[in-house]
């Protein structure tokens, strides 16, 4: 009975943490920070984003909570962060689709609601085949597409229209074939994506190398090159796909903190500077590490001209699979 | 509320016949042969069909009344309660984000308890403390934002 | 093997501190799931910040005793409310509540749990001795496979009612129908949304299975009050469990065959947990000996439905420690966990960090064993809740379905997908048609289509691929037989029967 008692005191006392903790006196932080994520919890995303809001409270000494504001492919999330108030209490972490959002016809919101604070982690998408496949290199893989009939090849890895998809369109694009030359089959995100390539359903997938690590660790699958300018620290001995086949083209999903637009200049100073110490947290970069996350920090100015051009880029490639509105 | 067979059927058709029009009306998905109205219009069929034989069922069995109300319908007070507990709930839901949980989830407890008798100050404590109370658990120890209306600032 | 890691995952396990972690969330997790209208899933999500700061074992233990703990007690509320808390207990809510009329709350929610225990402790084994090699297994499903044993879940859900087929049918269409509002997956196209921003994400899952279930009872509550029959009263809560040993003595059969259909079912991704206890109710009343009291208060029909619901969430957790593949929401958030705590899922974990992962297991064994003392004496108390007349509880059984569907998301729109949703399950049972068939459409509406959608852009317009794989076909046939089988029998019938008249005008 007194154990009971003694549990449930210490299973409050854990839950009223995450809710109270002292305000300190000063313009900014005035309060609690929210950090609104527009994916849903135990993802990629929200791990990031809880790792990053749990060191930002050591970093600004007020409690930091992390919302998930999921739903609607991130338009809900995304429009939320731009709603907020803009007095540095409440930022969120935007992701690569508020590129390819306003271009599918989704919402009206582009990356100009945000005022950018930065950018920390970006991931290539990746080339993947079946291990027992007859492919040894993204070049043999190529030369088959070439000879091949339009949608004889099948390939998935996300949504039609998601970072994948255009990811393979790119690459089709990028190699002188139509994007129709490999059918592209809907999946809902990379996990069931890269299970239907492992199960035999579909010959080729594309995703991330952090996505597809289990599957390359069980000899399942194996990845042909990396759709980035330089190797993966974290994988030296796949190829980029320039490198494998001479053709340039690159693509991959990024996340960075936004606060909304119109928030004081001297908050989204203290802002960048608080955000980037934390990236710089050996805490921090362990985890990602771990994780198989790459890591970066692109801050302010230079993280809003990534965003244009990142824009740029999806609505090139969404047009090129027509999907563009 | 019972509804004759028939009458089911021929909304069903109604039904399907309105989801196929739609269906048929998505965009296709480019470069791909089947598209985001393939599936509902297969249900849209299926609702046709399952109509079309929920009529023929309905008429064997007879043509008695359209629909049968139960006597209950006709007592005002169950018929306003359980207006309440649908439509009144609908109305709460739409202002939700304004009036917040606590005052209208009072008043729509209060009002559903004095319907079906058992009025007094009593019941209207009992609703009071339910009402608060879950809104104590579900903000504080849930950490799930129920809106508390005029009342934000006073809890 | 893991055998070899027991000694030093037991020192991992067996401590104070772990003691104090699993204790605390069992009983966050009954609370919790015995709380009208709030999931499991709410409360394993809610638990995520907490585990940042835990270390790798306890963390993993909390959420696993929490969603354990949650999903049985969510039977609590089923039984005594009618309102359930996961997809998979729609599939025998109404045995639950038939059950609790008659006055037999104690032994129906007895036998709930310690047939959730029996078959979660069934599938940890499982999972602890065979899960690399079982993960393997469930790869070999594409969308071929998965389309098919949808389709084979989804008729169980038609056959396992007591109503007519078409109408049970119909009641499943419009559940399917119901998944497929909101933006299209695969296409991003917005679909039956009416133009409601809110509606773009589909219709809540939650709110629909409160809305569906529990306010058909209160509407007829607070009308038809006087053609319900009384519920019968509850006994001294220190005899409400007698005869519970009896029952699962006799039914040792039952809960072996269904805890390895759970299991079985549970191991694929996506699928599993779901539907393996609506197949497993449908086999277990093919082979009872009183199929006709099934759904209408049947203790086999729970005890055999329970078994397999809590195995086959223990088979979930196979693809996901194996190669990362989230099977519902739960594991997709264990997975998110794993991550953090740097036991990344894959075959290698479990060779890198094999007494960690053996000590999960344990933790998996002793969650479910827990549930039992805790879960009798939270029924013991709850079920006092009947001492006090229906027409009372009434209203505040709405307050809780107003904050539970508003919680799941944050959004008051939940509450109105409940409140439509309710008074069309209303309409739907008045008139014989069954909503446990919708509520299954709802849940597995987007997995057929998705499936269906990806087999036909493989297949480019021909049907062969549906069937050239052999698990695909063996489903597939298994789906014919399904189908056939009653039909066959209830023209055979018909034609006897037509003869047995004839005979008889013809001796007249």
């Known amino acids: 009975m007194e154990l009971t008692k003694r549990t449930l005191l210490a299973a409050t006392a854990a839950f009223a943490m995450a809710g109270a903790g002292p305000a300190v006196a000063q313009d900014w932080p005035s309060g609690p920070v929210t950090i609104i994520v527009p994916w849903s919890s135990g993802g990629g995303t929200d791990a990031t984003a809880r790792m990053i809001g749990t060191l930002l409270e050591d970093e600004i000494g007020v409690p930091v909570a992390v919302v998930n504001r999921t739903g609607g492919s991130g338009v809900i999330g995304h429009t939320a962060i731009a709603d907020a108030e803009p007095d540095g209490q409440t930022i969120g972490v935007a992701t690569l689709e508020i590129g390819s959002m306003h271009t599918l016809g989704l919402t009206d919101l582009t990356h100009e609601a945000y005022a950018p604070i930065g950018l920390y982690n970006s991931d290539p998408a990746a080339l993947f085949v079946r291990t027992d496949s007859d492919y040894d290199d993204a070049n043999a893989l190529l030369a088959a597409l070439e000879d091949a009939e339009d949608r004889a090849f099948k390939a998935s890895g996300s949504a039609q229209g998601g970072v994948n998809h255009l990811a393979m369109a790119g690459m089709l694009l990028a190699a002188g074939m139509p994007p129709d030359r490999v059918a592209w089959v809907p999946s809902e995100g990379a996990a069931p994506g890269l299970q239907d390539l492992a199960a035999g359903g579909v010959e080729i997938a594309t995703a991330s190398l952090p996505e597809a690590a289990a599957l390359i660790d069980a000899g399942l699958i194996r990845p042909l090159a990396v759709f980035a300018s330089e190797r993966l620290d974290s994988a030296p001995d796949v190829p980029t796909f320039v490198e494998a086949t001479g053709h340039d083209f690159a693509l991959g999903s990024w996340r960075g903190i936004v606060a909304p637009a119109g928030i004081p200049e001297d908050v989204q100073a203290q802002l960048i500077e608080a955000v980037g110490a934390v990236v710089q947290k050996p805490e921090y970069l362990s985890f990602m590490n771990d994780r198989g996350y790459a890591t970066q920090w692109t801050p302010g100015d230079a993280f809003e001209s990534f965003m244009e051009k990142s824009d740029a880029a999806l609505a090139e490639s969404l047009a090129a699979v027509g999907l563009a509105k | ?155 | ?508």
């Not at chain 2, 709930?89 to 079906?116: C, D, H, M």
């Not at chain 3, 705590?341 to 053996?358: Q, Y």
Request: charged share 10%.
């Open chain 2, 1 to 155: 509320m019972r509804i004759h067979d028939s009458l089911i059927g021929a909304l069903l058709v109604l039904f399907g016949g309105w989801v196929l029009f739609v269906a048929l009306g998505f965009p296709d998905m480019p470069g791909q042969s089947i598209g985001p109205g393939t599936f509902p219009s297969v249900l849209g069929v299926a609702f046709l069909l399952g109509g079309l034989c929920l009529i023929v069922a309905g008429r064997s069995r007879g043509t008695r009344r359209l629909a049968d109300l139960n006597p209950g319908w006709r007592r005002a007070p169950r018929l306003l309660a359980a207006g309440l507990a649908t439509i009144g709930v609908l109305v709460l839901a739409l202002s939700f984000e304004t009036v917040g949980f606590p005052l209208s989830a009072t008043v729509l407890l209060y009002a559903l308890f004095f319907l079906e008798g058992y009025r007094g100050p009593q019941w209207l404590a009992l609703c009071i403390a339910f009402v608060f109370g879950m809104h104590l658990l579900m903000t504080r120890f849930l950490l799930v934002p129920l809106p508390a209306g005029p009342l934000e600032s006073f809890l």
């Open chain 3, 1 to 508: 093997m893991i055998i070899d890691h027991l000694g030093n995952a037991l020192e991992l396990v067996l401590t104070w501190k772990m003691a104090l972690v699993m204790l605390s969330c069992a009983l966050f997790g009954l609370f919790v799931g015995a709380v009208p209208g709030l999931s499991a899933t709410m409360a394993t999500a809610m638990l995520v910040p907490l585990t940042f700061f835990m270390d790798p074992v306890p963390a993993i233990s909390a959420i696993v005793t929490t969603a354990a703990m949650a999903i049985f007690a969510s039977d609590i509320p089923a039984a005594l409310v009618r309102i359930p808390g996961t997809a998979a207990s729609a599939a025998y809510v109404g045995d639950l509540t038939a059950l609790t009329a008659k006055g037999r709350v104690g032994r129906a929610l007895g036998i709930s749990v310690t047939a959730s225990a029996i078959g979660g402790v069934f599938g940890s084994l499982v999972l602890m001795f065979a899960a690399p090699q079982l993960a393997l297994v469930s790869l070999n499903f594409t969308s071929f496979e998965y389309f098919w044993l949808a389709l084979l879940g989804l008729s169980a859900a038609v056959m396992l009612g007591n109503a007519s087929v078409l109408k049970s049918l119909m009641a499943l269409a419009i559940g399917l129908m119901i998944a497929s509002v909101g933006m299209d997956t695969t296409s991003g196209t917005p679909r039956f949304t009416f133009g409601s921003a809110s509606l773009l994400d589909g219709v809540a899952f939650v709110p629909a299975l409160i809305g569906m279930f529990a306010v058909p009872e209160l509407i007829r509550t607070f009308v038809h009050r006087d053609e319900t029959p009384p519920v019968a009263p509850i006994g001294n809560p220190f005899r409400m469990f007698e005869g519970l040993g009896r029952v699962l003595m006799t039914s040792k059969l039952n809960l072996l065959r269904s805890s390895t259909i759970g299991t079985a079912i549970g191991i694929l991704p996506g699928a599993g947990s779901d539907i393996g206890s609506w197949i497993s109710y449908a086999v277990s009343k093919r082979f009872s000996r009183k199929p006709e009291t099934y759904g209408k208060g049947s203790e086999e029909a729970v005890l055999g439905a329970c078994a397999a619901n809590n195995s086959a969430l223990s088979g979930a957790y196979v693809p996901a420690m194996v190669f990362g593949i989230p099977g519902d929401s739960i594991t997709a958030i264990v997975i998110g966990v794993l991550y953090v705590k740097g036991l990344n899922p894959g075959p290698m974990v479990f060779l890198t960090n094999a007494d960690t992962v053996a000590a999960i297991f344990l933790v998996f064994l002793l969650a479910n064993l827990l549930i039992v003392p805790l879960g009798l004496l939270a029924i013991a108390l709850a079920s006092q809740v009947l001492r006090v007349p229906k027409i009372a509880l009434a209203p505040l059984i709405l307050g809780f379905c107003i904050v539970g569907s508003y919680s799941i998301d944050a959004a008051a729109s939940g509450i109105v997908i409940m409140i439509v949703l309710g008074v069309l399950a209303y309409l739907m049972e008045e008139n014989g048609f069954p909503v446990a068939p919708t509520i299954l459409g709802i849940v597995m509406g987007l997995l057929v289509e998705r499936n269906l959608v990806s087999n036909m852009i493989k297949a480019d317009g021909t049907f062969m691929p549906f069937v050239e794989r052999p698990i695909a076909a063996g489903l597939a046939l298994t789906c014919l037989v399904v189908w056939t089988v009653p039909a066959v029998g209830w023209l055979l019938q018909r034609r006897r029967r037509a003869a047995a008249r004839t005979a008889a005008k013809q001796e007249s």
